[in-house]
């Protein structure tokens, strides 16, 4: 197991990335890389690793959906009382990666982090199944639980308090959180690890892409 695993080698195969290949900011790049994933059929192009400065200093790390990406940066939504809210409050700053990799390719996002507007928060909830508004009631998002079945009575508590409800109001405590780029990095695997990496950093008030080496 551990052998295949040390000589398991792909190489990746692509048509490359030049400078001249880029789109002129982070956000647009985002959106044209996203669509060829799409098309691609990726799994969950839309996923991202949210990595955030944990209370005890150390990183700590997970998937969210991006739900909206704009100008202004990629929106997740999440509980406010879970252990990645608390991280956010307590350092407003985060790391988001997303990985394409039936593309052999990553993008790396750098940036702060604010709450999204209560309209904002309102307006997605609104778009979620019944079945995802009563979990977000339920779950305690990050807190331990005796087991399953505390977890199961919580729903169906839900469940039974919306009973006789249409439209299930958004929990205070539940809501998006916006990352807005600093910087942020491409990366387009090639053949013979020698894979093409650009990185966007603001220079007064323009992006301007750099290569790194691999
Ligand atoms: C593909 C994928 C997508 C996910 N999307 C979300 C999401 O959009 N929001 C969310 O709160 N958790 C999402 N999760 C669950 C989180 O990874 C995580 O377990 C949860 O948010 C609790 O994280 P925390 O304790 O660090 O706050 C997703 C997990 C996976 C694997």
């Given at each position: 197991m551990s052998d295949s695993i040390r000589d398991r080698r792909v190489q990746y195969e692509s048509d490359g990335l030049d400078?001249?290949?880029?789109?002129?900011d982070p956000i647009r790049q985002w959106q044209h890389w996203y669509a060829q994933a799409e098309s691609a059929g990726c799994?969950?192009?839309?996923a991202m690793v949210i990595s955030t400065i944990g209370l005890d200093g150390m990183p700590d790390s997970r998937y969210v959906l991006a739900r909206g990406v704009t100008a202004d940066g990629f929106a997740f939504y999440t509980n406010y009382g879970s252990a990645k809210s608390a991280e956010l409050i307590a350092s407003p700053v985060a790391s988001a990666l997303f990985t394409w990799l039936q593309l052999h390719r990553q993008m790396k996002i750098r940036g702060t982090v604010t709450r999204l507007s209560a309209t904002e928060s309102d307006a997605y909830f609104a778009t979620r199944p019944r079945s995802s508004q009563l979990g977000a009631w339920a779950s305690p998002q990050s807190e331990v639980l005796a087991d399953r079945a505390e977890l199961e009575a919580r729903v169906a508590a839900a469940d039974a308090r919306f009973a006789g409800t249409d439209v299930i109001p958004r929990p205070v405590n539940w809501g998006g959180w916006r990352l807005s780029v600093v910087e942020a990095e491409v990366w387009q695997g090639r053949p013979s690890r020698l894979h093409d990496r650009f990185r966007y950093r603001r220079v007064d008030d323009a992006w301007v892409a750099e290569r790194l080496a691999p």
């Amino acid at each position: 197991m551990s052998d295949s695993i040390r000589d398991r080698r792909v190489q990746y195969e692509s048509d490359g990335l030049d400078v001249g290949d880029l789109q002129p900011d982070p956000i647009r790049q985002w959106q044209h890389w996203y669509a060829q994933a799409e098309s691609a059929g990726c799994v969950e192009p839309n996923a991202m690793v949210i990595s955030t400065i944990g209370l005890d200093g150390m990183p700590d790390s997970r998937y969210v959906l991006a739900r909206g990406v704009t100008a202004d940066g990629f929106a997740f939504y999440t509980n406010y009382g879970s252990a990645k809210s608390a991280e956010l409050i307590a350092s407003p700053v985060a790391s988001a990666l997303f990985t394409w990799l039936q593309l052999h390719r990553q993008m790396k996002i750098r940036g702060t982090v604010t709450r999204l507007s209560a309209t904002e928060s309102d307006a997605y909830f609104a778009t979620r199944p019944r079945s995802s508004q009563l979990g977000a009631w339920a779950s305690p998002q990050s807190e331990v639980l005796a087991d399953r079945a505390e977890l199961e009575a919580r729903v169906a508590a839900a469940d039974a308090r919306f009973a006789g409800t249409d439209v299930i109001p958004r929990p205070v405590n539940w809501g998006g959180w916006r990352l807005s780029v600093v910087e942020a990095e491409v990366w387009q695997g090639r053949p013979s690890r020698l894979h093409d990496r650009f990185r966007y950093r603001r220079v007064d008030d323009a992006w301007v892409a750099e290569r790194l080496a691999p």
